[in-house]
């Protein structure tokens, strides 16, 4: 893992004059070197930057004769009365941007009548046009379909279409087709260049820009204003991640002021009752990032059929809207849920992978929800310096595999993709993220091809190495509310301009804890946080904080660390606190404070092995030969938090054959039930050498055998015996199997290579 800040820039003192006024409780030199350095440096770029009122916004007609022809057509099925539909996309841009077109297309077309949306379903139809909609749609009579956050790249679907009878209008911010579809228009910054201020505009924002064009056009029919629609822009273009310059920025400026209203003034209940939610305000744009963006992604994670959402966002009926946003927040808690568990699913079968030989990790796995593939796929690629991609042909056992790719800084996902678009099924996306599809039998070559165009791309390794990004350096007296409003200048922050990471260096955790989250049903949700407070030499008190995803024995407590933290303020507390982005103990890149690197604390004492020397430090002793891998991980970490060895000091695994086991177990069984002793489940463990999970099949086994057992939550006791079956090969299976794969695996912690081992574990403590 490297760690890299940038030089401190020589400012201009007339530069920190000019941001100062913006600062009413501090200095404003930090964010002054924040702007210089992201490439703020003259009056003119500067105010417009601060203030949108300074901006002007360029004209929806800067998109040319595509825009014209775009609302001419829209005029002419207004006219004839024509039917028209909105074809959307289940994430949070595309269902903003499809309640944007039913909102402002709704000022005139009657909502229901001669307008409707379809927004496809998740985990059956993927993103995009697909025949079947299109079928259903020209079935009802629609003449003209109008995409939003899609459709750029649907040239079959175009054409079929074409056949119902169904003209196609596209607005989108997607990876342009080779050639242009055969559309009435079709809307996409991605024809500008790359320093135009509509380039990066998202789905919900070209959307916008078409509607804003009718409401030049025919400004005498829509009885409401364009404004209201800004605060589902906003939420929209933060969501999506795009970068926030030119248009993009000004528009999320704009559209924060009107989303502040909703609690005040609700026009739209359904975004009230979500701030509500998440304890917002709608004044910043973390209010978006991590609580109404993820909220209206996460219903189409966990159901599929999103469609619902359109009505959330748009509905005057405030009791619906209580009840699809409780809908809302329910889904979200299962779906944090549902990203820890397949979280930790990807990183076991990591362990089973050589990273240092794998330029790109794609994993495969049928138990694997296709929802949150992308969101685990993004978490895996920052922490392992890696593209990811995680597919899943679900629990049918499909003969596709669908899921989602997340790139890392440097490497244009779509076009690496895209080399092996002949093995795909189905493909879309751009450079940071895509989604796919590919026929099973195709994924080794698939697998292959990509690793071979990234070596091409990327001959040398150290090029993928994941690194922690700090922008300025600050002290924990630094923090508090002046420099949380001083970095608020920056905001709306997104890619272009990212929240700030603030560097604390020599800095000590104190006051650790874990907690999990509770839904609103007050179940507890495997989705695990660690609160703690850091000081330095500056202060005599520490500042709270929070580690999203991590336990408290992940990170060292009372040892001097560097810390990268993001300064936020937490509305539940009602206080300032700081979110740990990175930490490690004080040093230089992969060196801690004891002079070692990470691959130094491993020490091999396996079998016979004994220490010749003494050590300055005591080791963290593992004494049982592990069968996983977290057990290893959780004691790698903790010995790294504790800046202590790590000895391997368990002997080998000499096990008999799995039959000889369970006859083991049998014989214990017997004697327990002649005895009525009680047994301790874990001195089972020890003395047969299973795990949790195999002793429970163990049980099982020897249940249906006829023995009659009272299980405690640490202890078991046999209270009858009347055979009921013999232990026939069927009723045996599941226990060799199991107990033969763990068998497995304890010979290979016991047999593999300290030097494969420890690269394992620096990879996943990365």
């Known amino acids: 893992m490297q760690w890299q800040l940038p030089p401190t820039p020589d400012v201009p003192q007339w530069f920190i004059e000019a941001v100062k006024p913006y600062c009413p409780l501090s200095e404003g030199t930090f964010a002054a070197q924040l702007l210089w350095q992201r490439g703020i440096q003259t009056p003119e770029e500067l105010i417009p930057f601060l203030d949108a009122d300074a901006y002007t916004p360029m004209s929806p007609f800067a998109f040319g004769e595509e825009m014209e022809w775009a609302v001419k057509r829209l005029q002419t099925a207004r006219e004839a009365g024509e039917k028209v539909a909105i074809w959307g996309d289940f994430d949070a841009d595309g269902i903003t941007s499809t309640s944007v077109l039913w909102d402002g297309l709704g000022a005139f077309f009657r909502q229901g009548d001669s307008l409707c949306y379809y927004i496809p379903n998740r985990l059956t139809e993927s993103h995009g046009l697909n025949e079947g909609g299109i079928e259903g749609l020209a079935s009802q009579g629609v003449s003209l379909i109008v995409t939003c956050d899609t459709g750029s790249t649907n040239l079959r679907e175009i054409e079929v279409a074409k056949q119902w009878g169904i003209e196609v209008i596209v607005t989108d911010h997607h990876t342009l087709p080779p050639q242009r579809p055969g559309v009435v228009a079709i809307i996409n910054p991605r024809y500008f260049s790359e320093t135009h201020p509509l380039y990066h505009l998202s789905g919900v924002a070209v959307a916008y820009k078409l509607v804003e064009a009718l409401y030049t056009t025919l400004p005498d029919v829509p009885e409401k204003p364009l404004t209201e629609l800004l605060d589902l822009v906003a939420i929209g273009l933060i969501a999506d991640l795009v970068e926030l310059r030119g248009d993009c920025r000004y528009l999320a400026q704009r559209g924060i002021q009107q989303l502040q209203t909703q609690l005040k003034n609700p026009t739209r209940p359904g975004v009230a009752k979500l701030l509500s939610f998440c304890r917002g305000n709608g004044d910043r744009p973390t209010d978006i990032s991590f609580g109404l963006g993820p909220r209206i992604n996460a219903v189409s994670r966990i159901h599929g059929d999103a469609t619902f959402c359109v009505e959330l966002l748009t509905s005057r009926d405030e009791k619906r809207c209580q009840q699809l ?123 292959e091809g990509l690793n071979q165009e990234l070596r091409l791309q990327f001959p040398e390794t150290g090029l993928l190495r994941p690194v922690v990004h700090a922008d300025i350096k600050v002290t924990v007296a630094d923090l508090g509310k002046a420099l949380f409003k001083e970095l608020t200048l920056l905001e709306p922050c997104g890619m272009g301009n990212p929240v700030p990471q603030l560097l604390i260096e020599n800095c ?259």
């Open 508 to 766: 000590w955790f104190t006051n650790l804890k874990n907690k999990n989250i509770v839904d609103k049903n007050k179940r507890k949700v495997k989705y695990i946080r660690t609160f703690f407070e850091v000081i330095d030499e500056t202060v005599s008190q520490g500042f709270p904080g929070i580690w999203w995803g991590h336990y408290q024995d992940e990170l060292p407590e009372n040892e001097p660390c560097d810390a990268v933290v993001e300064l936020d303020a937490n509305p539940y507390e009602k206080r300032y606190e700081v979110r740990l982005m990175a930490v490690r103990l004080r040093g230089t890149q992969e060196t801690y404070s004891t002079g070692l690197s990470l691959q130094d604390y491993i020490l091999d004492w396996r079998g016979n092995f004994q220490p010749q020397a003494e050590l300055e430090q005591s080791p963290i002793l593992l004494k049982d030969c592990p069968s996983q891998w977290d057990k290893v991980h959780q004691k790698f970490r903790q010995a790294v938090s504790q800046t202590r060895p790590l000895a391997l000091a368990y002997p080998s695994p000499d096990q008999g054959t799995p039959q000889e086991v369970l006859m083991q177990l049998v014989g214990v069984f017997k004697y327990l039930h002649r005895t009525q002793e009680k047994a301790k489940l874990k001195t089972l463990q020890e003395k047969l050498q299973l795990s949790p999970a195999s002793l429970k099949v163990g049980v099982d086994v020897l249940i249906q055998l006829g023995f009659k057992v009272r299980l405690s939550k640490d202890s078991l006791q046999v209270l009858d015996f009347s055979k009921r079956s013999s232990l026939t090969p069927e009723l045996m299976q599941p226990f060799l199997d199991i107990v033969s794969e763990e068998q497995f695996k304890r010979h290979y912690f016991y047999e593999v290579p300290v030097e494969s081992l420890s690269s394992q574990l620096v990879m996943g403590n990365g």
């Open 325 to 447: 946003a409780e809908e809302t927040e329910l889904a979200n808690t299962r779906r944090k849920e549902l990203q820890k568990n397949v979280t930790q699913a990807v990183k076991q079968k990591l362990a089973q992978v050589d990273l240092s030989t794998t330029n790109i990790i794609v994993l495969e796995d049928p138990q694997w929800s296709a929802g949150v593939l992308g969101l685990v796929a993004g978490q895996i690629a920052q922490e392992y310096g890696k593209p990811v991609i995680l597919l899943s042909t679900g629990e049918d056992q499909s003969e596709f595999a669908k899921g989602s790719a997340r790139s890392i800084n440097g490497i244009d996902l779509y076009q690496l993709i895209y080399s092996q678009q002949h093995l795909l099924d189905k493909f879309g996306g751009h450079p940071y993220a895509a989604g796919l599809k590919i026929a099973v039998e195709n994924l080794p070559a698939f697998i």
